[in-house]
C-alpha cells in the first residue's frame, strides 16, 4: 500500500523546486451522485454526494521546455473530503491527490483546460463479511483516487472563479475484492485567489530532451499482488516482463508497442476444479500505447490483446492507465493500472530499462 505514494509523489516531480511566480489557492464545492456501474451495486445508490475541496495551485512558466509545448499548464496539490451517497454503508472519503491541467484555450482573462489527477483517498467504511457485507464496491481502508474533468476559469485581477466537471474514481486495483469500485461524476463551482502573481514567463529557449523520431527499445520487470473470490480469500502473487519500443512523434506525442509475459497465479484461484500448470496459466499478448511526455514523466494510455490466455477468465483485451518516470541514466519507474473493460486487474509496480538511452539525448 506504501508504493500508492508514489502517484502523489511522481507529481512533484514535475516542479523540480523551480521558482513559480504564479501561485494561489482555491477551494471548491462539488455536486455529484454514485454510478451505479454493476447491476450488483443497485442498492448503494440512495442520496446525492457532495464534496470540497481545497487547492494550492501554481502555474508553469516556460522554464521547461514541456511548459511551452502544453501552454502553461497550472499543476496543483489538492484535498479531498466528500460523501458518496450512501453514508451508512460506504462512509465517507478522506483524499489528496496531485493533478495537471493542460489549457485548451488560455488568455489573460479565460482558461479552459482538461484535468489529470492521481492519488490516494480513505474511507471510514469498507466491506466486513459480518458488519458490512453490502459494500461490495470498497475493501480496504486506502484505495487510489483518480480525477479526470474539464473546467473554465474566469480571471479577474489576483482572483478567479472555476466552473468545471470531472468524475472521481476510488478503487484499490485489484489488491483485494470486493472491488467493483466508486465512480462519482461532479459538477464544480470554486474561487480561488493568486498570493504572487505576474504575467512575465521565461524567454529561455529551452529544447526539449525527448528524443524525436528515434526508436527506443526497453524492457520492464512487473510485479503486484491480486486477490481473487471468496473475500478473504488467497492474495496470488503477479509476475510479468513487457519488452518494449517507443518512438517519440513530436514533443508532445509518443507511441509505444510492447509484447507482454505475464504470470498471474491469481488464475489458479479460477475454477479449482481444473487441474492447471504454470504454462497453461502463461499469458502472451501484444500490446499498443499512446504516451504524454512531460519531460521525463509520462502519461502512459493503451490496450492489448492475448495472443495466448489459455483460461480466457476476463475476454481477449486488456488495456493499461498509469504514469512512468524516466531517469536520465535509463531506468523507468512504472505505475500503471492494468484493466479489462473498465474492472481493474491489478496495479504494474514495475522497474524498467531503455537501452542505449543516455546515447539518444
Known sequence: ????????????????????????????????????????????VKDHSYAVELSYVFRTNGEKAWHKFYNYPEISANLYYGSVGNTEILGNFVGAYGAITFPFVNNSRFR????????????????????????????TPINALINLGLE????FGNNWITVGMDITHFSNGGFRVPNLGLNLPYLSFGY????????EFSTKNVQS???????????????SVKEVFPTNGKAYPVYALSLNARVFVKPKMGWEAAFDIISKQALFGYRPEVEKTQLKVLQLGVYGGYLLPLNQFHFVLGMGVYVKDYYKPDGPLYHRVGMRYYFKNGLNLNC????????????????????FQRNKK
Open 1 to 44: 500500500k506504501k508504493l500508492l505514494v508514489i502517484k502523489l509523489l511522481l507529481i512533484g516531480f514535475l516542479s523540480n523546486a523551480q521558482d513559480y511566480s504564479n501561485w494561489g489557492f482555491e477551494a471548491k464545492f462539488k455536486p455529484g451522485f454514485l454510478v451505479g456501474h454493476r447491476v450488483v451495486m443497485g442498492h448503494l
Open 112 to 139: 479552459f483546460s482538461g484535468k489529470l489527477g492521481s492519488g490516494l483517498g480513505f474511507t471510514n467504511k469498507r466491506y466486513d463479511e459480518i458488519s458490512n457485507n453490502k459494500n461490495v464496491a470498497i475493501s
Open 152 to 155: 473554465a476559469k474566469t480571471y
Open 192 to 199: 480561488g485567489r493568486y498570493i504572487s502573481k505576474t504575467n
Open 209 to 223: 530532451t525527448i528524443p524525436q523520431r528515434t526508436i527506443l527499445f526497453g524492457a520492464t520487470a512487473i510485479t
Open 336 to 355: 500503471v493500472l492494468k484493466a479489462h473493460w473498465g474492472k481493474a486487474d491489478y496495479v504494474e509496480w514495475g522497474i524498467g530499462y531503455s537501452f
